[in-house]
């Protein structure tokens, strides 16, 4: 293995290089996934209280308290969680999709948004996957037992509470909401958003999906929009549950994309159509009130579609069925743990940071954040941790010039380093992650700071633990025709 380039080489980094860009089944799922996320993102514009009045009068609200049980995980954090499911009725206006009786939910996402509103991550739960449901009330008020099953069957026995109560055993995450929607209400999203750009790798003939589709990069609405997340014959990923999720989840990063955009935020008669087209097809829980609804928007307000991300619980092959699928606990474990433990703590005060460079004094006062130019080297073996950390470091103002990989010994440990005149910025990144030793280099560019994060990580107080990185996630600030969003 390459070592790792020391105080003193003056090879390391190079800085000539221009900083890389930032990194980072039917539907039924979708449709309300990617209406409850973009509504939540976009309702922060709206500012006047008659609007939301008006809006909230349209939701169809269901009373859920007493259908949770006694034994629920504990509210640890001001962390928001929202069950987001899709129904697939097809009473009213969706009888046109067939003449199936009674309501499934195949896929159900479970949406953290983090303290403050920093950051917000979609979890997908494939319907394959076998679980042991806890009892449950039905529809008809008496009891079920539970038991193994697929875990779409806790829609099908009782609702959004008996998912809630199934999800709640599964991850031990408090929920406080749900939002559920039809086919109708992702048509009416669709539309108002002016269609939601997508990318396929070839051309789509799907007449069992009314799907038809040209090659590449193209925006879809209503009816094209439903077929392009509903197929399973299209072409499109390798038919499995796990392949439509993740072409899924690409829609919905397109769908908060927009929704986000300028453009659209700052139109008050586009955020209302938007809105209005949501909620008439929206059910929620009654503690999803107006007040509820005014206190998220105002803790994510300026949220980008940067700090949007969409994932799928890890799962492996279920041994007594091979068309079925189990979490894998070593992989789903960690992925819960961080979601319900994603604090905000308080902000530390700065520490004087003693010499260690070359005889030079490091200032005992730090600079403000915004006057530090970082660049972050991820010299682990944890994929995604550099990222990580750019993203809670620019939460704290810092700016993030680059991020990027090194090679290191196992034995290699966090250190920062600091050029010319940097000795300012190297204690703020010293106060900001604290523990790591602090030293002049020689080879630095004069005026910047690198964060080389070894084996003893870097973790900074004051901010939300970080969700681990998932296999196959997306992004929302992704591009459409990135190979992950076939």
Same mark, same amino acid.
């Given at each position: 293995?390459?070592?790792?380039?020391?105080? &003193?080489?003056?090879?390391?980094?190079?800085?000539?290089?221009?900083?890389?860009?930032?990194? &980072?089944?039917?539907?039924?799922?979708?449709?309300?996934?990617?209406? &409850?996320?973009?509504?939540?993102?976009?309702?922060?514009?709206?500012?006047?209280?008659?609007?939301?009045?008006?809006?909230?009068?349209?939701?169809? %609200?269901?009373?859920?308290?007493?259908?949770?049980?006694?034994?629920?995980?504990?509210?640890?954090?001001?962390?928001?969680?929202?069950?987001?499911?899709?129904?697939?009725?097809?009473?009213?206006?969706?009888? !046109?999709?067939?003449?199936?009786?009674?309501?499934?939910?195949?896929?159900?996402?479970?949406?953290?948004?983090?303290?403050?509103?920093?950051?917000?991550?979609?979890?997908?739960?494939?319907?394959?996957?076998?679980?042991?449901?806890?009892? #449950?009330?039905?529809?008809?008020?008496?009891?079920?037992?539970?038991?193994?099953?697929?875990?779409?069957? +806790?829609?099908?026995?009782?609702?959004?509470?008996?998912?809630?109560?199934?999800?709640?055993?599964?991850?031990?995450?408090?929920?406080?909401?749900?939002?559920?929607?039809?086919?109708?209400?992702?048509?009416?999203?669709?539309?108002?958003?002016?269609?939601?750009?997508? #990318?396929?790798?070839?051309?789509?003939?799907?007449?069992?999906?009314?799907?038809?589709?040209?090659?590449?990069?193209?925006?879809?609405? *209503?009816?094209?929009?439903?077929?392009?997340?509903?197929?399973?014959?299209?072409?499109?990923?390798?038919?499995?549950?796990?392949? %439509?999720? !993740?072409?899924?989840?690409?829609?919905?990063?397109?769908?908060?994309?927009?929704?986000?955009?300028?453009?659209?935020?700052?139109?008050?008669?586009?955020?209302?159509?938007?809105?209005?087209?949501?909620?008439?097809?929206?059910?929620?829980?009654?503690?999803?009130?107006?007040?509820?609804?005014?206190?998220?928007?105002?803790?994510?307000? *300026?949220?980008?579609?940067?700090?949007?991300?969409?994932?799928?619980?890890?799962? !492996?092959?279920?041994?007594?069925?091979?068309? %079925?699928?189990?979490?894998?606990? +070593?992989?789903?474990?960690?992925?819960?743990?961080?979601?319900?433990?994603?604090?905000?703590?308080?902000?530390?005060?700065?520490?004087?940071?003693?010499?260690?460079? /070359?005889?030079? !004094?490091?200032?005992?006062?730090?600079?403000?954040?915004?006057?530090?130019?970082?660049?972050?080297?991820?010299?682990?073996?944890?994929?995604?941790?550099?990222?990580?950390?750019?993203?809670?470091?620019?939460? /704290?103002?810092?700016?993030?010039?680059?991020? &990027?990989?090194?090679?290191?010994?196992?034995?290699?440990?966090?250190?920062?380093?600091? *050029?010319?005149?940097?000795?300012?910025?190297?204690?703020?990144?010293?106060?900001?992650?604290?523990?790591?030793?602090?030293?002049?280099?020689?080879?630095?560019?004069?005026?910047?700071?690198?964060?080389?994060?070894? /084996?003893?990580?870097?973790?900074?107080?004051?901010?939300?633990?970080?969700?681990?990185?998932?296999?196959?996630?997306?992004?929302?600030?992704?591009?459409? #025709?990135?190979?992950?969003?076939?």
């Amino acid at each position: 293995m390459q070592r790792l380039a020391q105080p &003193g080489d003056r090879a390391f980094p190079d800085h000539r290089s221009a900083p890389p860009p930032r990194q &980072g089944r039917g539907w039924r799922v979708l449709g309300w996934v990617a209406i &409850g996320v973009s509504a939540v993102l976009v309702v922060a514009s709206i500012s006047f209280y008659m609007v939301y009045r008006s809006l909230d009068g349209q939701i169809h %609200r269901e009373h859920v308290d007493d259908k949770l049980g006694d034994h629920r995980p504990p509210k640890l954090n001001n962390a928001m969680n929202i069950l987001m499911m899709g129904s697939d009725s097809r009473q009213g206006e969706n009888a !046109q999709y067939g003449t199936e009786q009674g309501e499934r939910s195949d896929t159900t996402i479970l949406l953290h948004i983090s303290p403050g509103g920093g950051q917000a991550v979609g979890i997908s739960f494939p319907r394959d996957s076998m679980v042991q449901r806890p009892s #449950c009330k039905r529809r008809d008020g008496s009891t079920d037992p539970g038991g193994l099953s697929m875990i779409n069957a +806790a829609y099908a026995t009782g609702g959004a509470p008996c998912t809630w109560k199934t999800l709640e055993a599964l991850t031990n995450i408090r929920i406080d909401h749900f939002l559920e929607v039809d086919f109708s209400g992702f048509k009416r999203v669709v539309d108002a958003l002016d269609g939601v750009e997508i #990318c396929v790798p070839h051309a789509v003939n799907d007449p069992k999906a009314e799907l038809h589709l040209r090659k590449g990069r193209q925006v879809v609405r *209503g009816a094209a929009a439903l077929g392009y997340v509903r197929t399973r014959t299209g072409g499109l990923g390798d038919g499995s549950d796990l392949s %439509r999720i !993740q072409r899924q989840q690409a829609f919905m990063a397109s769908v908060v994309k927009k929704a986000t955009a300028k453009g659209m935020l700052t139109d008050p008669g586009k955020v209302y159509s938007f809105l209005s087209a949501a909620t008439k097809s929206l059910k929620a829980d009654d503690r999803m009130s107006m007040s509820v609804m005014q206190k998220l928007a105002s803790s994510m307000r *300026g949220m980008s579609a940067g700090k949007v991300r969409f994932v799928t619980v890890p799962v !492996q092959a279920y041994p007594a069925d091979k068309n %079925r699928v189990q979490f894998n606990p +070593a992989l789903a474990k960690p992925l819960f743990d961080a979601v319900r433990e994603d604090n905000t703590l308080p902000n530390p005060a700065p520490a004087p940071v003693p010499a260690q460079g /070359k005889g030079q !004094q490091v200032p005992a006062k730090p600079v403000p954040p915004a006057r530090v130019k970082l660049m972050i080297y991820n010299a682990t073996r944890t994929d995604g941790l550099g990222q990580r950390t750019s993203d809670q470091l620019e939460e /704290k103002g810092f700016k993030i010039a680059k991020v &990027g990989t090194k090679k290191a010994s196992s034995g290699f440990v966090t250190q920062i380093l600091y *050029g010319a005149g940097a000795a300012g910025q190297a204690a703020a990144v010293a106060a900001a992650v604290p523990g790591h030793p602090v030293k002049q280099w020689a080879g630095a560019k004069p005026g910047y700071v690198y964060l080389m994060i070894g /084996k003893d990580g870097a973790t900074v107080p004051g901010q939300a633990r970080p969700v681990p990185k998932i296999a196959g996630e997306v992004r929302a600030d992704r591009d459409v #025709c990135a190979p992950s969003a076939t």
